[in-house]
C-alpha cells in the first residue's frame, strides 16, 4: 500500500510540478470516442442505456504518464467502470514494453473522476510515440436526456523529460459529444 501511495504521490507531483515550458506532447491532439463498443469512432454520445466512451491520444512524443478528468451528472448517469485499455486491446502507455504502474482512479460524489497512470522507471525506448487508448470508461443512463451526461475537461500528459503539456483543458475542449 505504501508503494501505491507513493507512486501516486510522485504522478500527480510530476503533473502539478511540471517544467512551464513546451515539452514533447505540446503538440498531441486528443479525440473521444463516444461509443468505443464499435471499430468507427463516434463523435456524438450513444443514445443506447450505457454511454463507453475512449479517449484516444494522437501524436504523442516519449509519453510516460497522463492525468485525465471527466466530469459527469450524477441525475443521469452512474460510472460503472474506468479502464486503461478498450476490453480485448492492450494499454497504449505499454505498448512499447513499459510497465504501467497502478492506474489510479478517484472519484468522488460529486459527479466527477479523475485518473491518473504512469510508466514506472521509463527509458526512452519504453515511451510510446504515436496513437493510442488512453482510458476507457463505462457509464449507464439513470434518464435520457439530449445532452450528453459525459464531459472531458483535462488531459496533462508528461514525457521523459518531466515535462507536462495540457493538451486539453476546459478552455481547449472539442465538442463534448454534443
Known sequence: MRIIRLFTATIMAAMAFGTADAG????????????ATTLRIESRCGSGNEIALAVRLNGSVDLTGYFVSLE?????VRMIEILNHVPGE??????CGGKEGPLMVVPNDRGSVEI????VRANAAQAPDGSGVLIYARFSRKQWSEDCPVKLVTVQLSDLNGTVDTILSEEKQPGNGK
Open 72 to 76: 459527469y451528472d450524477t441525475s443521469k
Open 90 to 95: 492492450s494499454a497504449f502507455i505499454e505498448s
Open 116 to 119: 491518473a497512470a504512469g510508466i
Open 24 to 35: 514533447r506532447n505540446d503538440r498531441a491532439t486528443v479525440e473521444i470516442d463516444w461509443d
